[in-house]
Structures are given as C-alpha cells and as structure tokens.
T-cell receptor, first 113, second 116 residues
Framework: AQTVTQSQPEMSVQEAETVTLSCTYD???????LFWYKQPPSRQMILVIR??????QNATENRFSVNFQKAAKSFSLKISDSQLGDTAMYFC??????????FGKGTKLTVNP | DADVTQTPRNRITKTGKRIMLECSQT?????MYWYRQDPGLGLRLIYY???????NKGEISDGYSVSRQAQAKFSLSLESAIPNQTALYFC???????????????FGEGSRLTVL
C-alpha cells in the first residue's frame, strides 16, 4: 500500500520565524506531481504549493517553498516569515500510483505571536 | 459561489438513519471523489469516479455507497448510519489523470456529520 509519512504531528513556531514540515512517501511512478494542502480552522482545504517530480528546481510560492529530493522520496515544506494566518493543519499529498492522491496524517502548525 | 458545493454543511442524525451527502461542481471536471477526515488520520478515500459511468471503491468504502448522477453531481450515502461514521466528509474534483494534468484536487467546504 502507498505510504505517506508526516513525522511531526504537531509543531509550533514564533511569528516571523521559519519552519520546515517534513514528508516522505513511496511511489512507483516516475513522472508525477506532489502537493501540500493546508486546512485552517475554517476547515477548508487549500492548495499551498505543488511540485512536478521531473523538475529539479524546487517550487516556490511567495513565503512557501519545498525541498524535493526525488531519489529519497522526500518532500518537505518550508514556511518563511511565519504569520499568524499560517496556523493550520498541513497535509502532504503525493500520488498513490493509480492517478489519485494519497494524504499524510497531517502536521498541526501553530504560529505564536 | 463555490466551484465545488457540498450539502448539507452540517448534519446531526441518529444511528440507523439513512443519510445522503450531495456534491455538485461547476468546474467541468470529469473526476470526482469522496474523502473522510478523522482527527489524526488525515483524509481517506471512500469512493471515486473518473467519469459518469465509472464508480470505484476507495480505501474505506464499507458502509457507504455513491451515485454519479451527472458529470457535475456525485452523492454519498450512508444506508444505515453508525456512530463511528461521525467525521468530516469532503467532496473533491480533478481535471484528469496525471498524464493529462497535474491531478490537483479542488475541494468542497466539507460536510460535518455527527451520528448519535
């Protein structure tokens, strides 16, 4: 079965600091996309960033960036200059090998003032 | 208006009752999904449909059924609800397979179901 591991169930960070959320996965696919979603207290699932596996350059979206290591099947999310609005659950979502996404169990991030 | 709409947003029901959660989308996507979210377990796939005539079981389909009434509509039914089906349910859509598109999921706002 496809596995996705987010090893940090909870994390906290001070406002304006940087935090990295880890994700490792297992897939047999070669060309694929990976995603990070966030779920704030409003419970809406929001796309944070996506990475195309065959691109060596790590994806960046404003304060959010990834460290993608394809061979190691690692896909971490870095949040720079953390803001109070970044407080949320964060889910890593790689493909499951059958054209669907599989989700990790999530990391609950709290940004403290 | 939201591109993916779920109804009801919140529902409290009793054990043994039949419940239907409905999902409609205006994104024109072929693929639709139902996920269940429980604390500490992430999102788990219940059923998915890659087009109107296609229905597939996901990881946790027992106790659930689905109907794809049209490209835009995908409903989830609990024939006889039980307390451990208390959860947050999400409908999602995607444009196509990874070979065609990114596989990015677009989510509804979720339906909170409580079974007493």
């Amino acid at each position: 079965a496809q596995t996705v591991t987010q090893s940090q169930p909870e994390m906290s960070v001070q406002e304006a600091e940087t935090v990295t959320l880890s994700c490792t996965y297992d897939t047999s696919e070669n060309n694929y996309y990976l995603f990070w979603y966030k779920q704030p207290p409003s419970r809406q699932m929001i796309l944070v960033i996506r990475q195309e596996a065959y691109k060596q350059q790590n994806a960046t979206e404003n304060r959010f960036s990834v460290n993608f290591q394809k061979a190691a099947k690692s896909f971490s999310l870095k949040i720079s200059d953390s803001q109070l609005g970044d407080t949320a659950m964060y889910f890593c979502a790689p493909p499951d090998g059958s054209e669907k996404l599989v989700f990790g169990k999530g990391t609950k991030l709290t940004v403290n003032p | 208006d939201a591109d993916v709409t779920q109804t009801p947003r919140n529902r409290i029901t009793k054990t043994g009752k039949r419940i239907m959660l409905e999902c409609s989308q205006t994104k024109g996507h072929d693929r639709m999904y139902w996920y269940r979210q429980d604390p500490g377990l992430g999102l788990r796939l219940i059923y998915y449909s890659f087009d109107v005539k296609d229905i597939n079981k996901g990881e946790i389909s027992d106790g659930y059924s689905v109907s794809r009434q049209a490209q835009a509509k995908f409903s989830l039914s609990l024939e006889s609800a039980i307390p451990n089906q208390t959860a947050l349910y999400f409908c999602a859509t995607s444009e196509g397979g990874l070979a065609v598109n990114t596989g990015e999921l677009f989510f509804g706002e979720g339906s909170r179901l409580t079974v007493l």
